[in-house]
């Protein structure tokens, strides 16, 4: 079956450089969600946007962006990188409905590591 | 952010044996999600759970949906060296929100030969 696709898997930036990270999600699924994880720490959300309008937003900062375009894929955009910013980002994204019922059921992808140097 | 108490915290196990992980919260949540997690990869979901009461199998492995929406368990039968990784129970609180994942701190689980 079809997975939630990143790219690029592996990143190294500097400090102060930019970095966008892409995410396709499942066929048909609609919602993607953002999510950050540090060594050592369950994912922590950063932003998710439901047919292509910002949904909720979570810890994610002034120095990001995202949006959600019109084939459902969705782009991170990371400016005036810092080392706290190296952790691996994962995209998930959920069905519209299942049985008829929405669930927001997420399916992770396999992540992009970003190391800011 | 809020997480979830998820125990125990690792797990050093014998091949063969059973294992059973627990998450609680102090809120309610509609859904339970049940993931494992290897180094460097991304969360792989084993098991959703929708409804107060539900119990699901996947394989060797088995879920519940507490009754009273503040937790659930996941078991998993006769462990095998490939089940080493990180569990992660994660809950949402409503439905149809795109609302984001509320996770537990984590099982680390080992399993010796």
């Known amino acids: 079956a079809a997975g939630v696709i990143q790219s690029p898997r592996h990143l190294i930036k500097e400090k102060r450089e930019t970095a966008t990270l892409k995410c396709y999600p499942i066929?048909?699924?609609?919602?993607v969600y953002w999510y950050q994880q540090g060594p050592g720490q369950d994912p922590q959300f950063l932003i998710s946007f439901y047919e292509k309008m910002q949904s909720d937003k979570g810890s994610i900062p002034d120095r990001f962006s995202a949006q959600q375009f019109s084939d459902y894929h969705s782009e991170l955009n990371m400016s005036s990188l810092e080392l706290g910013d190296s952790a691996l980002y994962f995209c998930a994204s959920s069905p519209e409905n299942y049985r008829g019922l929405r669930t927001d059921t997420q399916y992770f992808g396999p992540g992009t590591r970003l190391t800011v140097l | 952010g809020q997480q979830l108490n998820q125990s125990p915290q690792s797990m050093f196990i014998q091949e063969g044996e059973d294992v059973s992980m627990n998450c609680t919260s102090s809120s309610i949540f509609n859904t339970w999600l049940w993931y494992k997690q290897d180094p460097g990869e991304g969360p792989v979901l084993l098991i959703a759970?929708?409804?107060?009461?539900e119990l699901t199998s996947n394989g060797r492995l088995t879920a519940q949906f507490g009754i009273t929406r503040k937790d659930s368990f996941l078991n998993i039968s006769a462990s095998i060296p490939s089940d080493v990784g990180i569990y992660f129970c994660a809950g949402l609180p409503l439905t149809g929100t795109a609302s984001k994942l509320t996770f537990g701190t984590g099982t680390r689980l080992q399993v010796t030969l």
């Open positions: 759970l929708y409804k107060a009461g």
């Open positions: 066929p048909r699924h609609d919602t």
